[in-house]
């Protein structure tokens, strides 16, 4: 079976074609390099001692995809590639809109155009609203609030409307969040500037690059204060998507799940997890609240356990350590 694989060069991209190619799939793979590069790329083939068809194009370019569906016959699409920094969508909604939407409806026409009829697409806990009780179920009322999650939900609905008429089988998974690295430290989350969130900017100021950690808030109602998330080791969440592909193979239309743990687990013990386990001095301090988080997120995993037989199994542990791995390099 021959997956093709958008935005593989990608965080979450690149550790599920680690997993394709060990689970013994084809894969091709597209990527602009808008956030990533060829070190992905190279990482994947040099952990799994296999080749990749890559393609260095924008999903926006219809003459690209045109390119890649006739050189390959594509039976399965994980729809990776987006732009995804909140505060990035706030500021710059039209591209926002512009590069998440049109990539989405692109991989439709090819579909439509190539007779591929089955798609997964990286969805995002964010599409749900703040104020649901928790676990969150799949279930759970929606209603982003900023241009990325719009975004996110606009795609959902494209996808199911576009599945249902024409008898697709797409599996739309809501990531929680994605943390760790493959535990060969070769591949990782590699964010530009300054990070955004939480695992990365640890890192990095255990490695000194930042003086202290912001901790955005200890008032919140949590057991210590802190925002309480839900983490999920990003080698786990490659293999949900080996399972999610088995699942479309059995079955059409649109179907939503979950990937998450379950657990919750709060900024602070993130923080002396990253510190015990790896040794290191991460100083910090409490700062205001960041605008827009909410207290707490967490998933109920039932529904991608019983139905795709999907578990995360890594610990709090194992995604410090790995990130570490990554990123002391
Ligand atoms: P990432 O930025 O590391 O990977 C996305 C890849 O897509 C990048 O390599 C980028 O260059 C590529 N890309 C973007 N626009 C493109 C375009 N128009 N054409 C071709 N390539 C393009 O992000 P990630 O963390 O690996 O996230 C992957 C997907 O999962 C995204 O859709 C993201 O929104 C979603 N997601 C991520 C998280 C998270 O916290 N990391 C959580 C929930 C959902
Ligand atoms: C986690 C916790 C922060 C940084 C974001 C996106 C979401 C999804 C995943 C794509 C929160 C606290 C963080 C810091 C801190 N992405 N924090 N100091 O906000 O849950 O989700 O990434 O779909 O859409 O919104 O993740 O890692 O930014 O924050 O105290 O320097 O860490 O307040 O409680 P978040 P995060």
Redesign the pocket.
Known sequence: MKILV??G?????SHTCVELLDAGYDIVV???????DMAAIDGVKQITGKDIPFYQ????DMAALDQIFTDHRIDCIIH?????AVGESVAMPVEYYD?NLN?TLNLCKAMEKYDVTKLIF???ATVYRGDNPMPLTEDAALGPINPYGWS?FMCEQILQDAAAANGWSVVLLR?F??VGAHTSGIIGENPRGIPN?LIPFIAQTACGTHRELNIFGDDYDTPDGTGVRDYIHVVDLALGHIKAMDYCNKNTGCAVFNLGTGKGVSVLEMVETFKRVNQVDVPYAIAPRRPGDSATSYADPAKAEQILGFRAAKSVEDMCRDSWGFNRR
């Open positions: 958008t935005g060069a990608g965080y979450i991209g597209i990527d602009n390099f808008s956030n990533s194009a924008d999903l926006r990776f590639a987006g732009k995804k590069n990539s990286s969805s995002s996110k990531y969040n994605p969130n």
